[in-house]
C-alpha cells in the first residue's frame, strides 16, 4: 500500500510561470489536506479537500492559489505567476476521515522561484 | 508569536540518554499531534493525544497532554541515532472550522550522538 505520493519532489519555476503540485492519496483516503512549510515560519495549513469538494481554504492566499481534488486522479495544488516569496516546501497530507484521525503525509515537493 | 511554542529548539544528546521536547500554548488544544521530520522528507506520525492527562507510548517514546490540554510533551528514553530529526507538534484549536486547520510549533532539531 502505496503511501502518500506528491511530485514533483523539486520543483523550479521562473517568477511569472505556474507551479503544479501534485498529491495522490493513500488507497482509500478521500480527505487531503495541503500544507505550506517557510523556513523559520513552521507550517501552515492551506486547505482542506475532500473528493470534488473543498471544504476549507481559508489558509489558502486569495489569488494565484486554487487546489483542487477531482473524482479521478490526484489533488493539484496550483500557483499561476509565482513570485520569490513562494518557495518553500509544499507538504500534502491524506486521512480516511475528516474526524481526529491519523494523517499520513507525503515527502513533499520543494518549490523554488528564481 | 508562534500559537504553539516548542522548546527546546534544539537539543544534541548523548546516545543512551533519556531526553524529553515541550510543546506549549497559551489556549486549550483540540487534538495534540506529534510528528517527526528528517530533512527533505515528509512527517512521519508519531502520536494523537486528545484527552487532558492522556499518555501515549510506542516503543521508547512516550507523549503525555496535561490535564487542561495546554501543554505536550514527548519523552525519549535510551536515546539512539535514529531518532535524530526535527519533531513537531500540531494541534488543533476549538472552533477552527475543521479538525486538521492544525496550528504547528517551529520544531525541535534532535541529534544523537553515538
Known amino acids: 500500500n502505496a503511501g502518500v505520493m506528491q511530485n514533483p519532489r523539486h520543483l523550479v519555476r521562473r517568477r511569472g510561470q505556474e507551479a503544479r503540485l501534485r498529491c495522490s492519496p493513500m488507497k482509500g483516503h478521500s480527505h487531503v489536506y495541503w500544507y505550506r512549510q517557510l523556513p523559520e515560519e513552521g507550517l501552515k495549513f492551506m486547505v482542506y479537500?475532500?473528493?470534488?469538494?473543498?471544504?476549507?481554504e481559508s489558509g489558502m492566499p486569495k489569488e494565484r492559489f486554487s487546489a483542487e481534488f477531482p473524482k479521478e486522479g490526484p489533488s493539484i495544488l496550483r500557483i499561476q505567476q509565482v513570485v520569490r516569496g513562494d518557495s518553500a516546501a509544499y507538504f500534502c497530507a491524506s486521512s480516511i476521515t475528516g474526524g481526529n484521525t491519523e494523517a499520513f503525509f507525503g515527502q513533499g515537493t520543494r518549490l523554488t522561484v528564481v | 508569536s508562534q500559537e504553539l511554542e516548542q522548546s527546546p529548539q534544539s537539543l544534541i544528546v548523548q546516545e543512551g540518554k533519556n531526553l524529553t521536547i515541550n510543546c506549549t500554548s497559551s489556549?486549550?488544544?483540540?487534538?495534540l499531534y506529534w510528528y517527526k521530520q528528517k530533512y527533505g522528507e515528509g512527517l512521519i506520525f508519531l502520536m494523537m493525544l486528545q484527552k487532558g492527562g492522556e499518555e501515549k507510548s510506542h516503543e521508547k517514546i512516550t507523549a503525555k497532554l496535561d490535564e487542561k490540554k495546554q501543554q505536550s510533551s514527548l519523552h525519549i528514553t535510551a536515546s539512539q541515532p535514529s531518532h535524530a530529526g526535527i519533531y513537531l507538534c500540531g494541534a488543533g484549536l476549538p472552533n477552527a472550522g475543521n479538525n486538521r486547520k492544525l496550528i504547528w510549533g517551529l520544531g525541535t532539531s534532535l541529534a544523537v550522538n553515538p
Open positions: 489556549k486549550t488544544l483540540y487534538g
Open positions: 479537500l475532500q473528493k470534488e469538494n473543498i471544504i476549507d
